[in-house]
């Protein structure tokens, strides 16, 4: 995803990491502090607690009750109806549509968006320091656009009359594509949109990679070479293994991040994604501010957060085996 | 390589760089367009032949766009947000990540993979609950309720990315400074916060920028009345339809300002990043 949608940082683990002291390095911490740190925390668990926390047991009850709009006016108090919500959801074929759509979609933006990141960056490694200059500049200009201003270019990059692409392609011999509506059907339009999604994704992952490919030791591509190692021999056998842990992490975090795409289609769309749109999180938005039915949009939510645990559980396992979170 | 002759070796450059400007042309050209038909007549935007090269220069379409709906009001707005949303964050976020860098207790493990899961959480998940709980607080449409709520993506931010700063601190300057007499408030002030500063100007420019750039949030929590920057641009439709070139006059006045703001901090964060610190 772009800048904007990198909310989320990541760390990078010194690849070559020096072997650890002998001595475990808690000691030098400061011990007995008794409740210090805590206080130094209250600030910030207090405000996590409240925003973060409570929505997230609400999500949980929310899901349980029937919420509608006159529980949201208070008129009715929330019942609970138990597993009504999501029997109702997953009973209902369109949802499974939108779950396979959702996947389909999410894996395209972050396959292309890993292979992409991977070639750019190994081809960074190959060019003139100015080449390498220019591109940095291109990537991270697109790093920093926010989403909104991405997708605004974007929508007038593939507009059906004026669009510089429908004229670009029209110069083509036997090609007219002038008046050519990318939108007109869901597959091609959310080609575009994932298009837009690579294209403001790939500059983090560009940048995270090259950061780590500076940590591959020449020596030992050299070694391989030297045992007679093609090109991709090397790479395969040598820069992938020493990359993986943080390939692991980029391709988790896009992942998620491409899951829960949301304004890029919202806003394409004219803020009314056509049935053949939707994906989870516009679905889950679409039950719960447009149909008004709070209760399945939590439902429809939740499911994608439970769909989304066993990634995150490889981001953390990632982390604590690195051991950034000692 | 090292067996090809030089002048196959200069060939293959050649060949690498051709490739990269390929990807500089690709990776660069929405962001060319944008401004190519932000500064082009309004007529020459909707020629069915369009140029790639610029046509002629004009100021027309900025002062169209600020014509068609209340531009300053959004950006106050969105500044005031962004702002208080930094100085909370950072203020809040140094002291946990102090306290998750420099102290050992019990529970600290629990802190960090809470505050690392927190931030895995898609945003777009939380807005019903979210929504509803702002409702409860009559927090509805108002800018300290979207303040308090940015909060959920910044602060895991902050708190992440100042550890990283900190870790990098030797420990042994603040040692050194308590064996001369300081307190440990005295040391942190003295010693940990000047060394800290840049990271934290850095962690506050791209915090801010999330802040600026972020949308959902902006448009389910204000009404129209009171909506921010980015709302702004993505309601940007008129009766008449959308008038592309006014649009990316628009488009450009919300992203030049950020896109230097992120091009000045991400060599900084760059270098966080292969120091094994942070990168975001």
Redo the contacts between chains.
């Keep these: 995803m772009s800048?904007?949608d990198?909310?989320?940082?990541?760390?990078?683990?010194?690849l070559m990491?020096v072997p650890p002291p002998s001595a475990p390095p808690?000691p030098?911490?400061?011990?007995g502090?008794g409740a210090?740190?805590?206080l130094?925390?209250a600030?910030?668990?207090l405000?996590?607690g409240?925003?973060?926390g409570?929505?997230?047991v609400?999500?949980v009850t929310?899901s349980f009750q029937k919420f509608g709009q006159s529980q949201?006016w208070g008129f009715l108090p929330a019942d609970w109806i138990g597993f009504d919500n999501f029997t109702a959801v997953l009973g209902d074929g369109e949802f499974w549509t939108v779950v396979v759509r959702t996947i389909v979609f999410a894996a395209g933006c972050v396959i292309f968006t890993m292979v992409a990141g991977m070639l750019?960056a190994l081809?960074?490694q190959?060019?003139?320091g100015w080449?390498?200059t220019?591109?940095n500049?291109?990537?991270?200009?697109?790093?920093?656009?926010?989403?909104?201003?991405?997708t605004?270019?974007?929508?007038?990059?593939f507009?059906a009359?004026?669009g510089?692409l429908n004229?670009l392609l029209s110069k083509l011999p036997g090609v007219e594509m002038?008046g050519h509506n990318w939108f007109a059907s869901g597959p091609q339009g959310l080609a575009v949109i994932m298009l837009l999604v690579v294209?403001g994704a790939?500059?983090f992952v560009v940048?995270?990679l090259s950061?780590g490919l500076?940590?591959v030791p020449a020596e030992l591509e050299e070694a391989a070479?030297l045992d007679g190692a093609g090109a991709w021999g090397v790479f395969r056998h040598v820069t992938l293994p020493i990359l993986k842990p943080i390939i692991v992490m980029l391709t988790t975090l896009s992942v998620?991040?491409d899951?829960?795409v949301?304004?890029q289609v919202?806003?394409m769309r004219?803020?009314h994604p056509e049935p053949e749109f939707q994906i989870l999180?516009t679905y889950?938005?679409d039950r719960?501010?447009v149909v008004n039915d709070?209760g399945q949009?939590?439902a429809i939510?939740?499911i994608?957060?439970l769909l989304?645990l066993g990634v995150?559980a490889v981001?953390?396992r990632q982390?604590?085996k690195i051991g950034e979170?000692e | 390589m090292s067996t090809l002759a030089p002048a196959g070796r200069r060939r293959s450059k050649a060949g690498w760089n051709l490739l990269g400007l390929l990807v500089f042309a690709t990776a660069g050209f929405p962001v060319y367009w944008m401004l190519n038909t932000a500064f082009k007549p309004a007529k020459d935007a909707i020629d069915p032949d369009p140029s790639l090269l610029p046509t002629g220069l004009t100021l027309g379409n900025f002062s169209r766009a600020l014509d068609i709906a209340d531009f300053w009001g959004p950006v106050g707005r969105s500044l005031i947000v962004s702002l208080s949303v930094v100085a909370i964050g950072i203020a809040v976020g140094t002291l946990a990540a102090l306290a998750i860098s420099r102290f050992a207790f019990r529970g600290r493990k629990v802190v960090i993979v809470g505050i690392l899961a927190v931030q895995m959480i898609p945003l777009i998940a939380m807005i019903i609950p979210v929504f509803l709980l702002l409702n409860d607080l009559d927090q509805y449409d108002k800018l300290s309720g979207l303040i308090i709520t940015y909060l959920t993506f910044i602060l895991p931010f902050t708190v992440w990315t100042l550890r990283g700063f900190i870790v990098n601190i030797p420990k042994e300057l603040e040692e050194a400074a308590m064996v001369d007499g300081c307190s440990p408030t005295g040391a942190f002030l003295r010693v940990v916060f000047p060394l800290l500063a840049p990271g934290m100007v850095a962690t506050s420019v791209y915090a801010f920028v999330q802040a600026w750039n972020e949308y959902l949030y902006a448009l389910m929590l204000l009404s129209q009345k009171n909506q921010t920057a980015t709302v702004w641009l993505g309601n940007f439709t008129t009766k008449h339809g959308t008038e592309y070139a006014p649009m990316m006059a628009g488009s450009t006045m919300m992203a030049v300002p950020i896109v230097v703001l992120f091009l000045l901090v991400q060599r900084k964060m760059a270098a966080g990043l292969t120091a094994g610190a942070v990168k975001g």
Excluded: H, N
């Design positions: 800048a904007a990198t909310t989320t940082p990541t760390e990078v683990p010194p990491s808690t030098r911490r400061r011990r502090s210090t740190p805590w130094l925390l600030p910030c668990l405000i996590l409240l925003v973060m409570y929505p997230l609400r999500l929310l949201l750019i081809l960074l190959r060019v003139s080449v390498k220019l591109v500049i291109a990537l991270v200009a697109s790093w920093g656009m926010p989403i909104i201003v991405a605004t270019v974007f929508k007038w990059l507009d009359d004026y510089i004229a002038i294209w790939v500059p940048i995270t950061a500076t940590q070479r998620i991040w899951m829960g949301f304004p919202f806003v004219g803020g999180p889950s938005y719960a501010f709070y949009g939590s939510a939740l994608t957060v989304l995150v981001y953390m982390m604590l979170v």
